[in-house]
T-cell receptor
Framework: AQSVTQLGSHVSVSEGALVLLRCNYSSSVPPYLFWYVQYPNQGLQLLLKYTTGATLVKGINGFEAEFKKSETSFHLTKPSAHMSDAAEYFCAVRSGYSTLTFGKGTMLLVSP | SQTIHQWPATLVQPVGSPLSLECTVE??????LYWYRQAAGRGLQLLFY??????ISSEVPQNLSASRPQDRQFILSSKKLLLSDSGFYLCAWSWGGQETQYFGPGTRLLVL
């Protein structure tokens, strides 16, 4: 069975600081990995995804993530946080035919 | 382009009352459709998914049911709501055979 662990239910950073949101996965098949962002009372928006090929994936809003098979990780980073980045972030892994298993989410708080 | 709609946006229902939430997708044909429930601190729980009209897979046994009467319409129902049914319900779609899912704006359900 596939699973996702997101370390830290809340992460706080200052505006301009590095953002690092951690995601580790377990998968019995070659993983397809995703990061989604959710703003309050809205649906989820795809930030980026890894399927095959280059292990460093760039997404929208300046975010990127690196697939590390040896560490079973897919951490999300952004060099410089903006206030508008404050939201909840979800990591997900392919878990079956067109289905995804999501982590419990990490709330990113950005202070001025 | 494709768009996904959910309604109502917010719903307050008494315990024991019926439920019907609707999701429709525009701009695509024969999509995979998904219903998720999101409870605070628990991430996203996949409830149902459908790969075609009349084809429903249930992921979690509960007092909810789903139906797909038309290609781009997905309905979540209950005959009698429980307090534990409160949450944020998200509908999503994907291209057939693809893992990337696109989410609707969600329905906030409060059962009192």
């Amino acid at each position: 069975a596939q699973s996702v662990t997101q370390l830290g239910s809340h992460v706080s950073v200052s505006e301009g600081a590095l953002v690092l949101l951690r995601c580790n996965y377990s998968s019995s098949v070659p993983p397809y990995l995703f990061w989604y962002v959710q703003y309050p009372n809205q649906g989820l928006q795809l930030l980026l995804k890894y399927t095959t090929g280059a292990t460093l994936v760039k997404g929208i809003n300046g975010f990127e993530a690196e697939f590390k098979k040896s560490e079973t990780s897919f951490h999300l980073t952004k060099p410089s946080a903006h206030m508008s980045d404050a939201a909840e972030y979800f990591c997900a892994v392919r878990s079956g035919y067109s289905t995804l298993t999501f982590g419990k989410g990490t709330m990113l708080l950005v202070s001025p | 382009s494709q768009t996904i709609h959910q309604w109502p946006a917010t719903l307050v229902q008494p315990v024991g009352s019926p439920l019907s939430l609707e999701c429709t997708v525009e701009g695509t044909s024969n999509p995979n459709l998904y219903w998720y429930r999101q409870a605070a601190g628990r991430g996203l729980q996949l409830l149902f998914y459908s790969v075609g009209i009349g084809q429903i897979s249930s992921e979690v046994p509960q007092n909810l049911s789903a139906s797909r009467p038309q290609d781009r319409q997905f309905i979540l129902s209950s005959k009698k709501l429980l307090l534990s049914d409160s949450g944020f319900y998200l509908c999503a779609w994907s291209w057939g055979g693809q893992e990337t899912q696109y989410f609707g704006p969600g329905t906030r359900l409060l059962v009192l």
